[in-house]
């Protein structure tokens, strides 16, 4: 199978097991699920799907040569998240707002009531290895660190964003390596560079007020359609457009469905004002502090620029914003 990437360009994809899980019906759902969450009221002309980035991570462990069962976890990482993606943790209380954990938190029970199972054991490999992420830290690390899920979104939103191009994301990607199962720029000025985007990825978009506002809008939406039983908690776990298809034949009869649904549509004026609001939104904040080949040694772009240890240190809380609808 030849896939081609808007980052990698052309792959080569030829072991039977990941091409039995793309084809899977765990992944193939991610197609009709927005990375972002529901961003085309805001920005029309962007947006891409969890399929896409899910195959993103498999092709950068592959294309650094992670072992076969992290490459299955890199592509497999993302299959719990419900349709509308983060916003589900404005939905229900199983997640976190700050967090923004709950496909984390049931991943595993997920994946094992998937398809994922059989297909992995017609390979003889073990699922609960590949469940562990313990074993693999090229694919998964905590924050500031780098892994291949925040190096390949960061990357695929630099570009779906206009931020950047793809000749920018080829010399950070010529400029990784990897060194004790840890991601490492071989030079400080393009590892600040890349830290400095992210920054802005995070200010603009992943954390900013328009995420807020999305995410607010989206999960009181969803939360309001639950509470009317228009959709059950097991319709969260199709697409975005099944969900809004199934809820949306009720909006000429019910009044507050069709402002919920204005609201997220970008269709009513609103304004973030910390004295008068309708709802404090927090948004989890990421950043990151690669590590790069300094005089010699590995050495975090903090140990180096004691300025971005205090920027980490910032970026690493929540953000808060207070929205007031016209009505």
């Known amino acids: 199978m030849t896939y081609k990437d808007r980052?990698?360009?052309?792959?080569?994809?030829?072991?039977?097991v990941i091409l039995d899980l793309i084809n899977s019906k765990s992944l193939q759902r991610l197609k009709g699920i927005d990375q972002a969450g529901y961003f085309k009221p805001y920005f029309p002309n962007s947006g891409y799907n969890r399929f896409e980035h899910?195959?993103?991570?498999f092709i950068i462990l592959k294309k650094y040569g992670a072992p076969l069962e992290e490459q299955i976890?890199?592509?497999?990482h993302d299959v719990s998240h419900s349709a509308f993606s983060h916003c589900i943790d404005y939905t229900l209380d199983s997640g976190s707002h700050t967090e923004q954990n709950h496909q984390d938190n049931i991943f595993e029970e997920f994946v094992r009531k998937s398809d994922i199972p059989a297909i992995l054991k017609n390979y003889n490999l073990n699922l609960d290895y590949i469940l562990d992420d313990?074993?693999?830290?090229?694919?998964?690390?905590?924050?500031?660190?780098?892994?291949?899920?925040r190096i390949d979104n960061s990357l695929r939103e630099i570009v779906n964003y206009g931020k950047s191009d793809n000749i920018y994301t080829d010399s950070i990607l010529d400029n990784l390596v990897i060194r004790n199962n840890s991601?490492?720029?071989?030079?400080?000025?393009?590892?600040?560079?890349?830290?400095?985007?992210?920054?802005i990825m995070n200010n603009e978009f992943w954390a900013g007020e328009i995420s807020a506002l999305m995410f607010i809008t989206v999960g009181s939406y969803l939360k309001y359609a639950l509470?009317?039983?228009?959709?059950?908690?097991?319709?969260?776990?199709?697409?975005?457009?099944?969900i809004i298809d199934k809820i949306n034949i009720f909006l000429d009869k019910d009044e507050k469905l069709k402002l919920f649904w204005d609201r997220m549509n970008n269709k009513i004026s609103f304004n973030?004002?910390?004295?008068?609001?309708?709802?404090?939104?927090?948004?989890?904040?990421?950043?990151?502090?690669?590590?790069?080949i300094y005089s010699g040694n590995v050495l975090r772009v903090s140990d180096i620029d004691k300025n971005w240890k205090d920027v980490v240190k910032e970026e690493l809380k929540p953000k808060e914003y207070y929205i007031k609808f016209e009505r």
């Open 7 to 16: 980052i990698y360009g052309e792959v080569e994809i030829l072991e039977s």
């Open 227 to 242: 509470q009317q039983k228009y959709i059950s908690e097991d319709d969260l776990y199709t697409t975005d457009k099944e």
């Open 272 to 292: 973030f004002d910390r004295k008068d609001y309708d709802y404090s939104v927090f948004c989890k904040s990421r950043i990151v502090d690669p590590l790069c």
């Open 134 to 149: 313990k074993n693999f830290s090229l694919k998964e690390k905590d924050l500031p660190d780098l892994c291949a899920d």
């Open 183 to 199: 991601w490492i720029f071989k030079d400080l000025k393009i590892a600040k560079k890349y830290a400095e985007f992210f920054r």
């Open 54 to 57: 899910s195959l993103g991570v």
């Open 73 to 76: 976890a890199g592509l497999i």
